[in-house]
C-alpha cells in the first residue's frame, strides 16, 4: 500500500530550541495535513497544505508543501514542553472511492527538556 | 455530541473472544472511519462509512473484523476471535463530507484493546 515516510523517528530536543521533521512518498499527493497526538489521546489537525509550494503557518508553526507534490515538511519554533507528543504528516490519495481515506506516515516522537 | 465518542476507552479480553467496539461520530458528520494504531507504527486504515454504507472497507486485516454504522450515527467494529496481533488503539473518526476537501477529521480518544 500507498507510505508515507516521515523522518527522523524520534527526537530529544531542550525547550527553545527549533525543530525540524520531513515526509516523502513515492505518490503524488494534492494535500498534506499535519496531526498532533497527546499520549491517550486521538490526532488534532494542526495544519492542512492545498497547493504545491504552499507555505503555511499557526503560530510556531510551519509547513510546507513540497513542489514536487511528494514531500512536507514541519518546522516548530521555540519548543516548549506542551510540544511533547507524536506527530504525524498524512495525505488523502484523491481516487474513486478512497476519498476521505488518509495514509500516515510512522509518527515522529517529540521529548522537550526543560 | 461535541466531540467523537469511543467506548469502551480499554478493554483487555481473552484470546479468541470476540469483542465490539463502538463509535459515536460528531453530529451530523456523514463520513466515519476506522483506524488502527499498533505501538510505534502510524495509523492503518480500517474502514470508511459514507452514510451507512462502507465504500472502501479494504484495510480490514481478515474476515474477523467488520463493522457497520446504522442510523448514519454510531458504528460498531466488531473482531471474532481475537488474536494477540489485533491488540492496538481503535481509533475512529468523523467528518462533515468525505467527499469534499474538508479533511478536517476529529478523532476519538480511541480504545486500546488488549488481547491476553
Known amino acids: 500500500g500507498q507510505q508515507l515516510n516521515q523522518s527522523p523517528q524520534s527526537m530529544f530536543i531542550q525547550e527553545g530550541e527549533d525543530v525540524s521533521m520531513n515526509c516523502t512518498s513515492s505518490s503524488i499527493f494534492n494535500t498534506w495535513l499535519w496531526y498532533k497526538q497527546d499520549p491517550g489521546e486521538g490526532p488534532v489537525l494542526l495544519i492542512a497544505?492545498?497547493?504545491?509550494?504552499e507555505l503555511t503557518s499557526n503560530g510556531r508553526l510551519t509547513a510546507q508543501f513540497g513542489i514536487t507534490r511528494k514531500d512536507s515538511f514541519l518546522n516548530i519554533s521555540a519548543s516548549i514542553p506542551s510540544d511533547v507528543g507524536i506527530y504525524f504528516c498524512a495525505g488523502p490519495l484523491d481516487r474513486g472511492s478512497t476519498l476521505g481515506r488518509l495514509y500516515f506516515g510512522r509518527g515522529t516522537q517529540l521529548t522537550v527538556w526543560p | 455530541g461535541a466531540g467523537v465518542s469511543q467506548s469502551p476507552s480499554n478493554k483487555v479480553t481473552e484470546k479468541g473472544k470476540d469483542v465490539e467496539l463502538r463509535c459515536d461520530p460528531i453530529?451530523?458528520?456523514?463520513?466515519l472511519y476506522w483506524y488502527r494504531q499498533s505501538l510505534g507504527q502510524g495509523l492503518e486504515f480500517l474502514i470508511y462509512f459514507q452514510g451507512n454504507s462502507a465504500p472502501d472497507k479494504s484495510g480490514l486485516p481478515s474476515d474477523r473484523f467488520s463493522a457497520e454504522r446504522t442510523g448514519g450515527s454510531v458504528s460498531t467494529l466488531t473482531i471474532q476471535r481475537t488474536q494477540q496481533e489485533d491488540s492496538a488503539v481503535y481509533l475512529c473518526a468523523s467528518s462533515l463530507d468525505g467527499w469534499s476537501r474538508n479533511y478536517g477529521y476529529t478523532f476519538g480518544s480511541g480504545t486500546r484493546l488488549t488481547v491476553v
Open positions: 453530529s451530523g458528520h456523514t463520513a
Open positions: 497544505l492545498y497547493k504545491a509550494g
